[in-house]
Nanobody
Framework: VQLQASGGGLVQAGGSLRLSCLVS????????LGWFRQAPGKEREFVAS???????TYADSAKGRFTISRDNTENTVYLQMNRLKPEDTAVYYC???????????????WGKGTLVTVSS
């Protein structure tokens, strides 16, 4: 399984970005897809996830500002990020959430991620 995130960039505080992640390879149908992020010097953390049926879960830091969506036919998951803050600066990754703490709670090997930098 390959996870290719894109859409990051430099944005001012209060701005918006939309991230995309193409999931390719032998992924099981119906898997939950999620976004994670890792800020400099910090652990990778969960941001949001969505089931194939559309149920969503958000970290407290993302609630009210971020929206996750997915296109099941294209195996793509999106993250719309609004009202960005400098503390949102991180490399953002997508993956299938799991209980595997040795793999930072992701099921598959992590892709390169996409860097989001929010300036104050």
């Amino acid at each position: 399984v390959q996870l290719q995130a894109s859409g990051g960039g430099l944005v001012q505080a209060g701005g918006s970005l939309r991230l995309s992640c193409l999931v390719s390879g032998n992924i099981r149908s119906g898997e939950i897809l999620g976004w994670f992020r890792q800020a400099p010097g910090k652990e990778r953390e969960f941001v949001a996830s969505m089931t194939s049926g559309g149920a969503t879960t958000y970290a407290d830091s993302a609630k009210g500002r971020f929206t996750i969506s997915r296109d099941n036919t294209e195996n793509t998951v999106y993250l719309q990020m609004n009202r960005l803050k400098p503390e949102d600066t991180a490399v953002y990754y997508c993956n299938v959430p799991s209980l595997d703490r040795w793999n930072h709670y992701g099921k598959y090997s992590w892709g390169k991620g996409t860097l989001v930098t929010v300036s104050s």
